[in-house]
């Protein structure tokens, strides 16, 4: 696994298992984590040990959101039919999506804002896997290989949802989503050197260190590249749009609280909810 960074001052960074290396020393004509997207996808990194740089440990690294802005912020509803169930939800015979704004981006670390509680006194938080679009595209076929050819990679991200707003009436789904902060990014785009079998892995949502919800993306309604695919006949995609593909289950946070999105093989991001 390759991985795409920035940190908190804006440098771009490639890395592996092993460490990170400026991703210009790695390709001098790669200036941002942007330029490096379509490579990406082309599976075609430069190789972080041929880099003339020493690796840096991560845990050294101050690590911001690995775009410096991401194009079209998807998110997907109720893609767990064990999560629809507990909302009371039918199974949706189509992707269940929705688009969030760019203001509610936020980097690794957070913090999660709550609005003031006299508008919104219920917010809940929602691990997810999400998916980095590297190449321009329309019109993809279901389970062709065209898919993988242009998804970048993948990262953790914990998604926010006014619940009160959103039972008052469905139609207002999209403020619900739309506070500052309610999209906290993972720190790197894992990149696989082959086409990932996701089916596989567990995306868990934890809240002060208790696993509030987890489930195996095997038993989303629509997988990734699904996802992926049925988009691209609403619009173009572009490089750096991002797919958040559901959660297994929501949690209501409050101040205090510290919550985790982990997504096995992928990686984990972490913030603490303020108001």
């Keep these: 696994m390759q991985y795409l960074a920035r940190t908190a001052d804006g440098r771009a960074l490639l890395g592996d298992d092993e460490g990170y290396v400026p991703l210009s020393a790695a390709a001098p004509n790669l200036e941002t984590v942007a330029d490096a997207l379509p490579l990406a996808a082309a599976r075609d990194l430069p190789d972080v040990a041929d880099a003339p740089a020493e690796r840096i440990d991560p845990d050294h690294v101050r690590f911001g959101p690995p775009l410096a802005e991401f194009g079209t912020?998807?998110?997907?509803?109720?893609?767990?039919?064990?999560?629809?169930?507990?909302?009371?939800?039918?199974?949706?015979?189509?992707?269940?999506?929705?688009?969030?704004?760019?203001?509610?981006?936020?980097?690794?670390?957070?913090?999660?804002?709550?609005?003031?509680?006299?508008?919104?006194d219920r917010v809940t938080a929602e691990a997810e896997l999400a998916v980095v679009v590297g190449r321009e595209c329309t019109d993809l076929e279901d389970g062709s290989e065209a898919v993988d050819d242009v998804i970048a990679g993948y990262l953790p991200v914990i998604d926010m949802t006014a619940e009160d707003i959103l039972q008052r009436n469905p139609r207002f789904l999209t403020r619900a989503k739309s506070f500052d902060s309610f999209l906290v990014v993972g720190p790197a785009i894992a990149v696989p050197e082959e086409p990932l079998d996701l089916e596989e892995l567990t995306v868990r949502t934890v809240v002060d260190d208790e696993v509030a919800a987890e489930n195996e993306i095997r038993n989303m309604l629509f997988p990734p590249r699904e996802i992926v695919s049925f988009h691209s006949r609403v619009k173009t995609l572009e490089p750096g749009d991002l797919f958040s593909t559901g959660t297994p289950g929501a949690e209501p946070i409050d101040p205090g609280d510290h919550v985790r999105a982990e997504v096995e093989g992928i990686g984990s991001v972490d913030a603490p909810v303020v108001r």
């Design 73 to 120: 912020l998807w998110g997907i509803g109720l893609n767990y039919e064990d999560h629809a169930g507990d909302l009371g939800e039918d199974r949706p015979e189509e992707p269940a999506s929705f688009m969030k704004p760019s203001t509610a981006v936020t980097g690794p670390g957070g913090p999660i804002r709550l609005p003031p509680a006299d508008r919104t």
